[in-house]
């Protein structure tokens, strides 16, 4: 990053960039990721992609996840974003290790993830939570051991907390019971620091912090983005904004409840009504 800075300063990079950054998840479940990077970045402009009408990302194979994946970062480039936040973890595992290039930066949420889990345990024990794309694919094992091959590293997939968070049953004793019932084994295993690898997990923190009875360090992706972010500003590898302009938050499709989560999940902040877009290719 000083090579970064040094090129802005010598006016290679505008110190001032006011094109928004683009970010995208599989539905509505981003936001979290979006709140995150408001509340870092105050004067930044975001636009917001949420492919609703392929989602769930979380139960597909690599291959279609990549299709998608792909399709969604082109599809944000022609609306003239600066830089791209793979919001989804499910996605970000095809972009792991960097071996892709694109017009501007595409940053994923595991390997800040992982980034901040090494520097919070204490016993090198940490417990990864996400989808079953995220765990068979074990994107936060393989971005924990590119850093420090002796952590230990405990992976649960967590199927039916997504839908759980999609109902707004967050306080629900059912919920309790379920998250319970998917960290007893990583409680068993010594873990002391929890990855919360999935956009809607943040959602279930004081659920989390119960099972868990405050024990283990919770890490949520959504902030370790953020910051990176944010630091990669103030170092110049993009230009800053000047003023943040209106937010837009666009779906591949629009529902009423979509709608209605998206308000929940990003209370307090009042949201934009969702925009339908159709995200194919432009004809040739
Ligand atoms: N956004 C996904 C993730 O973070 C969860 C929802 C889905 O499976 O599409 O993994």
Known sequence: ????????????????????????????????????????????????????????????????????????????????????????NSASTVLLGGTKSFA???????????????????????????????????????????LDSSVQVFQQACPLLVPLVEEGWESDPITNLVVYRYVAPLIDAGVDTLIMGCTHYPALRTNLEKATAGRMTLVDSSEAIANLIAADIASGRFGASEMRSDLEIMTTDVSASFSEVAIRLMAPHVIPPLVEVDISPLAP
């Open 104 to 146: 501007v930066p595409v940053y994923n949420v595991i390997e800040p993830g992982a980034a901040t889990a090494l520097k919070a345990t204490s016993g090198k024990k940490i417990g990864v939570l996400g989808t079953k794309a995220t765990i068979s694919a074990k994107s936060y094992v393989r971005a924990l051991h590119a």
């Open 1 to 88: 990053t000083d090579t970064a800075f040094t090129a802005s300063r010598m006016g290679k990079i505008p110190m001032f960039d006011n094109r928004p950054i683009g970010l995208f998840d599989s539905g509505i479940g981003g936001l979290t990721v979006f709140k995150s990077l408001l509340h870092a970045l105050p004067h930044e402009s975001f636009v917001y992609l949420g492919d609703t009408a392929r989602l769930p990302y979380g139960s597909k194979s690599p291959q279609t996840i990549e299709r998608y994946v792909l399709q969604n970062i082109d599809f944000l480039i022609r609306k003239n974003v600066k830089a791209i936040v793979v919001a989804c």
